[in-house]
């Protein structure tokens, strides 16, 4: 079963937390539990190829992020810099298509001209780095419902289509580290039929191989979207 195309994850969304609590644990400040953090992201974006998935999209830097002390935000700006700048050559090597999902144009203006030019450079990848930035589930389903209304019509299916994972497969997959079990507004539309791991595992601590072990749970399970 676990081979059944059918069966398999194409698009996997991670909350990745617990970066603040590594850094406790070790007696560490925490701009570098949320460095070993983009360590563990580096990692994962190079083992999607290997793992046969279409799509990983990641909460990198949620709307309510802001509300955090001004150094740990210009922290975390800072690491979205010096990733983009540095694995960039290595996202096009690999076949990787960038994407950013929420209102990134909020950010930084040298942040965004960078996202725009990775954007552009990764723009023929064939498996997509889905990155949250300035993201809130609550504000894209308004953004998408207010596209839909000015269209015409206002349904499921056309609130689908103005949402910012419109192009993306629909999500199999979400995963939680850092053992916390809420959703936190990530992707609360898309959610809907996707399957949930919850793991104690720390977010600097994630490798591909849990991903792999969370991908063999997933097929392992039967999907009966509403039916029986
Ligand atoms: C949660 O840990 C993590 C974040 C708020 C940010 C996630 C960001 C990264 C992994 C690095 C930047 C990403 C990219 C793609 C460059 P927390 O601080 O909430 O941990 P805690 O709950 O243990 O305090």
Redesign the pocket.
């Known amino acids: 079963m676990g081979e059944d195309s059918d069966s398999r994850a194409r698009h996997v969304a991670i909350i ?7 850094a406790r644990q070790r007696g560490l400040p ?1 701009a570098m ?2 460095r070993r ?2 360590e563990a ?1 580096r990692n994962l974006v190079r083992s999607v190829k290997g793992l046969g998935i279409e799509c990983l999209t ?1 909460y ?2 949620s709307s309510e ?1 802001w509300k955090r002390p001004e150094d740990e935000v210009s922290d ?1 700006m800072q ?2 810099r010096r ?1 983009i700048r540095s694995d960039l050559p290595e996202f096009v090597a690999n076949d990787v298509r960038l994407k950013i999902i929420g209102d990134y144009k909020a950010l930084a203006p040298d942040i965004v001209e960078m996202l725009e030019n990775a954007l552009e450079r990764t723009s023929k990848g064939s498996h997509v780095l889905a ?1 949250a930035l300035n993201y809130g589930s609550q504000q894209e389903i308004a953004r998408a419902a207010t596209a839909a209304a000015a269209a015409g019509e206002i349904n499921a299916e056309t609130i689908a289509a103005h949402l910012d994972t419109a192009d993306l497969p629909p999500l199999d997959l979400l995963i939680r580290t ?1 053992g916390e079990v809420r959703l936190s507004n990530f992707l609360l539309w898309q959610c809907a039929y996707a399957e949930m791991i919850f793991t104690e595992v720390l ?1 600097p601590d994630f490798t591909p191989d849990h991903l792999r072990r969370a991908l063999d749970q997933f097929s392992a399970r039967e999907r009966r979207y509403g039916g029986r």
């Open positions: 990745m937390d617990g970066n603040g609590r590594w925490r539990g949320h953090g983009v992201v990641l990198a830097f992020n975390l690491l979205m990733f990155v850092s977010w």
